[in-house]
């Protein structure tokens, strides 16, 4: 059976998690699918645990170093053979419809090329809610992208549906707002639409992306330059998004009690 979903992951030492994460892959409801994984140079026992599993539809590509999620994502996604692809981290878990619930849309309209959905963020026990995530679209994808209101994005909950001339591929030179440019990259084109049922339990953990601030703002810096050659991005969403990501960075460093931090970051985005 040909796969229809491409499920891709790149991990790197998330051995006391990927088992689960395993499980959530193999259990899905929908079952036209396949799963590339990139194991990024893991030294736990991701790897050993990765090469027992027997199923047909997983594929594992081994790196001998860490290359980043990027590069990692990049791998996975030039083996990929799927119509639509989709992105799990390998701490996180699909809930069982996740592919099942997002199929549905595409096949109800044809015109559809993103399909996003709910989210439960929990820590330790998925059970253990922190909060949860709905989409909320309001205005032009773009916009709502770039607004950073999360109306439409909230990480890797996008499925996405392959279209010819568009080209599936990450930034590897940035580690922080990478999903946030390979979407608008995107999102040129192509209908949103999203279900209510939950497509990601996202784990919750110290090694978040908000946890390294400075890499955070270095990231929205790096972002905002490559937005600017994006012809599709108008001068108001670009501005729109610098305004915002300095919001953000101020607020964020003072909460962290960084009252330097966060004037640095002030004159930054302002002067950009």
């Not at 059976?1 to 395993?22: P, R």
């Not at 791998?75 to 619930?101: H, N, T, W």
Request: aromatic share 12%; charged share 25%; hydrophobic share 40%.
């Amino acid at each position: 059976m040909a796969a229809k979903v491409s499920i891709i992951t790149a991990t790197f030492n998330d051995g006391a998690f990927i088992e689960s994460c395993a499980d959530s892959v193999l259990n899905q409801e929908y079952s036209q699918w396949e799963w590339l994984i990139c194991d990024n140079g893991s030294t736990d026992n991701s790897s050993s645990f990765l090469a027992a599993l027997s199923d047909e539809r997983i594929k594992v590509i081994r790196s001998e170093e860490n290359l980043g999620v990027s590069a990692g994502r990049n791998m996975a996604l030039k083996q990929s053979a799927g119509e639509y692809i989709c992105f799990l981290d390998g701490d996180d878990i699909l809930p069982k419809r996740s592919v099942a619930a997002r199929m549905e849309l595409f096949d109800s309209d044809n015109s559809i090329e993103f399909v996003d959905g709910a989210v439960r963020s929990f820590q330790g026990n998925v059970e253990r809610i922190v909060d949860s995530y709905m989409p909320n679209p309001i205005g032009p994808l773009v916009s709502d992208l770039l607004s950073l209101k999360g109306n439409v994005f909230v990480g890797n909950t996008w499925m996405i549906k392959c279209v010819e001339g568009k080209k599936y591929q990450f930034d590897d030179s940035i580690s922080h707002g990478e999903e946030l440019l390979f979407y608008t990259s995107l999102a040129r084109s192509g209908r949103y639409a999203f279900t209510k049922e939950e497509v990601l339990y996202y784990r919750r953990h110290k090694n978040s992306a908000m946890a390294n601030l400075v890499a955070l703002g270095n990231g929205y810096l790096r972002v905002y330059s490559a937005l600017k050659h994006f012809e599709h991005v108008s001068k108001n969403d670009l501005e729109q998004y610098r305004v915002k990501a300095r919001s953000i960075m101020v607020r964020s460093f003072l909460k962290r009690f960084q009252p330097l931090n966060a004037l640095s970051s002030f004159f930054q985005f302002s002067k950009i």
